[in-house]
Each structure stands twice: as structure tokens, then as C-alpha cells.
């Protein structure tokens, strides 16, 4: 069955502190991966999509990377604006091609 | 483009009642979808409608739910003799089908059952 965790499940960081969020995934034939910002009350903004291992893709302080197993969400030198909840999701290919599984998001906080 | 707009944002209602709720895609997008999300998760899949044809539906949708998406424009979204569980939030996405195109989502109906 296809499956995405996203770890970790909150992550507090200092404003101008780098780190990475994490997700796993496993489905049965990548059609695309995609990172999406959900802030609170809202429906989650999409960010990026990756297709293949190896791909990155950049927006301001963001950078996704893609394996055959995981993807990384990079934040370089976060402000508190970059406070959220990120949230990964997969696409496979075959019968369930049109169904789009999401993690359960890491929530990530920056103090001033 | 205006965005994705669901319809109403907030629903509190008692326990059996049945409740409907509206999503209004990007114009020009043909695919639709509905996700629920509960606190502390990520959207769960429910079902997706390509045009007017109700195309999957996820185990997680009971017989007390049904959609529909006439005309291919907008969606309803209906779950009677509602229970407590059913509290969550209710997102609506649209895309525009091509490959791996992303979803737009809504800013979702908020149901309390109580």
C-alpha cells in the first residue's frame, strides 16, 4: 500500500537556524512528488513538485531534493513568516494514478 | 482566476443531522476533488471527479456521504445522520488534469458535530 511519513512531527528552530524536513515514501511506481504550506485555518498552498530522483527545486528560503526513497525540504536561514505546517504528498502511477496520499505534515516554528 | 472557494466556511450541527457542503473550482480545471483533515494530520483522500464522472472513492467514505458534481462545474459534498466522528475539516482541490499537475485547494468547511 502506498504510504508517506513525514518526520519530524514538529520542529522549533531559532530565526536564521537551517534544517531540513523529511519525507519517506513508498508507492508503486513515482509519478510525481509534491510539497505543499498549510497555515493554520487554511487549505495547504502548493510549493513544488518533483518527478525524478535527483531533481531540486528552489523558492526563496526553500529547497526540495528528491531520492528514490525520500525527499528533503531544506529551509535555509528561517524567518518567523516561514512558520507552518509542511506537508508532503505522492502520486503513483497505475489504476490509483488520479489519488494524491499526503503525510501527516512536520509542523515547523521559528522564534525570533 | 479566483481560486478555489468552498461554501460555508464553518458548519456546527447536532449529531443525525445531514449537512451540505459547496466547492467551487478554478474555472478552467476539470478534475475535482474532496479530502477531510482531522487535527494533527494530513488531508485524507475521499473521492475525485473527472468533469461530471465521480471517477474514485476511498474506502474512508461511508454510505452516509455522497457527492456529486453536476455539469462538471461545481461539487456538493452531502453527509447525513452525521455523528460525532464525522468532525474535521473539509477540503475541496481542483486541477487541471494534465500530468502530474499539482491540486488547488480551498480554504476548506470547518463540521462540528456536537
Known amino acids: 500500500e502506498d504510504q508517506v511519513t513525514q518526520s519530524p512531527e514538529a520542529l522549533r528552530l531559532q530565526e536564521g537556524e537551517s534544517s531540513s524536513l523529511n519525507c519517506s515514501y513508498t508507492?508503486?511506481?513515482?509519478?510525481?512528488l509534491f510539497w505543499y504550506r498549510q497555515d493554520p485555518g487554511k487549505g495547504p498552498e502548493f510549493l513544488f513538485t518533483?518527478?525524478?530522483a535527483g531533481e531540486e527545486k528552489e523558492k526563496e528560503r526553500l529547497k526540495a531534493t528528491l531520492t528514490k526513497k525520500e525527499s528533503f525540504l531544506h529551509i535555509t536561514a528561517p524567518k518567523p513568516e516561514d512558520s507552518a505546517t509542511y506537508l508532503c504528498a505522492v502520486q503513483a502511477r497505475g489504476s490509483s494514478a488520479s489519488k494524491i496520499i499526503f503525510g501527516s505534515g512536520t509542523r515547523l516554528s521559528i522564534r525570533p | 482566476d479566483t481560486g478555489v472557494s468552498q461554501n460555508p466556511r464553518h458548519k456546527i450541527t447536532k449529531r443525525g443531522q445531514n449537512v451540505t457542503f459547496r466547492c467551487d473550482p478554478i474555472s478552467e480545471h476539470n478534475r475535482l476533488y474532496w479530502y477531510r483533515q482531522t487535527l494533527g494530520q494530513g488531508p485524507e483522500f475521499l473521492t475525485y471527479?473527472?468533469?461530471?464522472?465521480?471517477?474514485?472513492k476511498s474506502r474512508l467514505l461511508s454510505d452516509r456521504f455522497s457527492a456529486e458534481r453536476p455539469k462538471g462545474s461545481f461539487s456538493t459534498l452531502e453527509i447525513q445522520r452525521t455523528e460525532q466522528g464525522d468532525s474535521a475539516m473539509y477540503l475541496c482541490?481542483?486541477?487541471?488534469?494534465?500530468?502530474?499537475?499539482?491540486?488547488?485547494f480551498g480554504n476548506g468547511t470547518r463540521l462540528t458535530v456536537t
Open positions: 471527479f473527472q468533469n461530471e464522472a465521480q471517477l474514485e
Open positions: 518533483l518527478y525524478s
Open positions: 508507492v508503486s511506481g513515482l509519478r510525481g
Open positions: 482541490a481542483s486541477s487541471s488534469g494534465t500530468v502530474n499537475s499539482p491540486l488547488h
